[in-house]
């Protein structure tokens, strides 16, 4: 990370800060008349036997007024509802089942048939925040593990991208200590912005997570679908009878196995064709953020709430977007943490998509699901976003392809705090679209519940006889858990110690 600046440059942006794209896109806005234009007009001056309708459209472009798209006229063949409920009925491909797997019963795979030790990845409790940053963006891991020592393998702890969201706001001054805790942030976050290197150990604990789980790798596959199902999102496989960890074993995994070798699985496999009404899994709590309000405000919510992600909505609750933790690396930067005080819907519509192009990945994809999708048809959307939960939204109604206007719906919708401005500083940039001018109907639907792995893991555990915990309550426990695990992490800063026992 050597082309990163210290922390201590963080300001608020200036209009001399904003991000090229952004600025660009403001002057050509500002001109009436595109360079096309001004051309097609010396040239129709030109030219002789022209047709009189072709010089009126000529003047309406001049005048800023473009000829009607022919798509306002044209009939589609099918309306919108119907292609959605085409897409969410059509059978989905799947991959051929692992030759590994094929005709054993899942309640006897060990837990270490799944992971690959050649996927963990280390770093030490001494690392600075910078290096383990940049570790766990090269990896493509959701997490690293810490260690006492280069040679030791055996985990006290894990940093992941909710502990990098956690300091980031800590450094900008934008977390709200409790009262005892309010001397400690403002020590750490001092040093931060000194550009002093701060160990990894000291911020390991910043994000709302679950406790750190361990497993040994003779555990059977049904032990971790109730854990899973309960709520956790990720287990340490260590070898037998040691510390010494040799995988990592996720949600997403696990959903991802069940997918590829369902068809062995008669009791999991029936599963699928069912739709997400009669399967009655997800919540209808629903945290999500207006598309106007700023980045850092969304990152804020995430992080008081002990979520992964949040779905971002136009005025009338439409999603319009998704943003994510893992969303934090596009601000590891200094250049780019002007767009902490731009809007949501920029960073999702004008950040993401660009750098979507620029990678050849699609950054942009579609997060959403209605209650006719069926189980396959979630959980193909999870895998193929390598996303944690799919947003709900209305089902399309047959009669129109015209969206309603909504009306109101028991949607919690929790609004973001908002960003005190110091004296002197700027306000924020305008978006580039705004929440009431996304075309949110059009996009996806009313946001109305949530389904994530957790949910699709816990109906699994029940329907295979298991007990997992409802995962309200460790949702409840993980937003409770915040304020102790920041101070532990902040009390260890001084006294340069860490309790591994967490």
Not at 116 to 143: C, K, M, R
Not at 166 to 184: F, R, T
Not at 303 to 312: D, K, P, T
Request: proline share 9%.
């Amino acid at each position: 990370m050597a082309d990163r600046k210290p922390l201590a440059d963080i300001t608020r942006p200036t209009d001399d800060a904003l991000p090229p794209a952004a600025s660009s896109r403001s002057k050509e806005t500002s001109l009436s008349l595109p360079p096309k234009v001004s051309t097609l007009r010396i040239h129709s001056a030109s030219t002789v036997g022209s047709s009189s309708n072709h010089r009126d459209s000529l003047r309406e472009n001049v005048r800023g007024l473009p000829p009607p798209s022919p798509r306002a006229a044209r009939h589609p063949s099918f309306p919108q509802p119907a292609i959605d409920m085409m897409l969410t009925s059509t059978p989905i491909s799947r991959p051929g089942e692992s030759s590994k797997f094929s005709g054993r019963d899942w309640k006897s795979i060990k837990v270490c048939e799944l992971v690959d030790e050649e996927n963990v990845s280390f770093v030490e409790l001494d690392t600075p925040v910078e290096t383990a940053t940049q570790l766990l963006i090269d990896s493509g891991a959701p997490v690293i593990l810490l260690r006492e020592t280069p040679e030791s393998k055996a985990a006290c702890g894990t940093f992941d991208y909710s502990d990098l969201n956690a300091y980031l706001l800590l450094v900008v001054g934008l977390v709200q200590p409790e009262e005892g805790d309010i001397s400690s942030f403002q020590e750490l976050a001092k040093r931060a912005r000194e550009g002093n290197p701060i160990p990894v150990k000291h911020v390991k604990d910043l994000g709302k997570k679950n406790a750190f789980t361990i497993l040994p790798e003779s555990a059977p596959l049904p032990l971790a679908v109730e854990i899973f199902g309960s709520g956790v999102h990720r287990i340490a496989i260590a070898k037998e009878g040691t510390n010494e960890v040799v995988g990592v074993l996720s949600q997403l995994r696990l959903v991802e196995f069940f997918w590829e070798n369902g068809r062995s699985f008669p009791s999991i496999d029936s599963l699928y064709p069912q739709q997400l009404k009669d399967l009655n899994i997800g919540s209808s709590r629903v945290i999500a953020v207006n598309g106007d309000k700023p980045l850092s405000a969304a990152l804020e919510l995430m992080n008081n709430e002990g979520v992964s992600s949040l779905a971002v909505i136009d005025n009338l609750n439409n999603v319009v977007g998704n943003i994510s933790t893992v969303d934090v690396k596009h601000l590891t930067r200094s250049t780019s943490l002007p767009l902490l005080w731009s809007s949501c819907i920029h960073f999702v519509s004008v950040i993401l998509s660009d750098r979507g192009l620029l990678d050849g990945k699609d950054s942009f994809p579609v997060f959403h699901v209605n209650p006719y999708s069926t189980l396959a048809h979630t959980v193909a959307k999870l895998i193929a976003t390598r996303s944690h939960r799919m947003w709900v939204v209305d089902a399309p109604s047959p009669a129109s392809s015209v969206p309603q206007t909504p009306v109101s719906q028991p949607v919690v919708t929790i609004p973001p705090p908002l960003i005190a401005s110091s004296p002197g500083s700027m306000p924020f940039p305008s978006p580039t679209v705004s929440a009431s001018a996304a075309p949110g109907a059009l996009l996806s639907g009313r946001l109305n519940g949530v389904a994530s792995l957790t949910d699709i893991l816990n109906l699994f555990a029940r329907t295979s006889g298991l007990t997992p915990v409802d995962p309200t309550q460790a949702r409840k426990q993980r937003r409770r858990s915040s304020s102790s695990s920041m101070r532990v992490s902040l009390d260890s800063a001084r006294s340069s110690s860490v309790d591994l026992r967490r």
